[in-house]
């Protein structure tokens, strides 16, 4: 079945999915259901069927509106008199943050010593614990936090030499 049979087949159930979501996620019950459409034609592109449409729509809109109650929380209504947010997008933020974990990397790197391989284990995305820290690293479990504490240090006295600290607001110079 393609997207198109699919939504044919189950409109009515998506537009009562999506107005039944919409009512507590504070969005138009409109987007609800153009975003599940989006969804649909991703997973239906490469021609898989879906086992359970049904079952997939419903979950597809409960996931949408989750998205949704969590974007409504992260956002800040716009204010003309108060200061404005430097990024303006969170296609922004994201590359920004990219950029800030890259030059973070590339300072890591510098570091002396054991440093570059003990910091690289801890900002792990696998979330590592000290055990296996110590095995990877061969160091005792008992020396990585004065280790860390040391090659903290030495990263902050880095970055800070690099990087001039914004002074708090009204302080400029």
Not at 91 to 112: F, H, I, Y
Not at 149 to 158: A, K, N, P
């Amino acid at each position: 079945m393609t997207a198109s049979d699919l939504l044919n087949s189950l409109g009515a159930l998506l537009s009562a999915e999506a107005a039944a979501e919409a009512a507590g996620t504070g969005i138009d019950a409109a987007d609800l259901e153009q975003g599940v459409r989006l969804r649909l034609l991703e997973r239906t592109s490469n021609g898989e069927p879906l086992p359970e449409p049904a079952r997939w729509l419903r979950r597809a809109v409960r996931a949408e509106a989750r998205g949704a109650r969590r974007l409504a929380r992260r956002e800040v209504p716009y204010d003309p008199t108060g200061p404005q947010p430097l990024i303006a997008s969170l296609a922004e933020r994201t590359a920004l943050d990219a950029e800030e974990r890259r030059m973070l990397l590339e300072a890591v790197e510098r570091l002396p010593g054991r440093c570059p391989a003990l910091i690289r284990a801890l900002l792990s995305r696998s979330d590592l614990t000290y055990r296996e820290i110590s095995s990877e690293l061969g160091m005792s479990q008992g020396s990585l936090g004065p280790v860390r504490s040391r090659c903290l240090g030495c990263l902050r006295r880095m970055l800070t030499a690099e990087v001039a600290v914004p002074l708090p607001r009204g302080n400029e110079r």
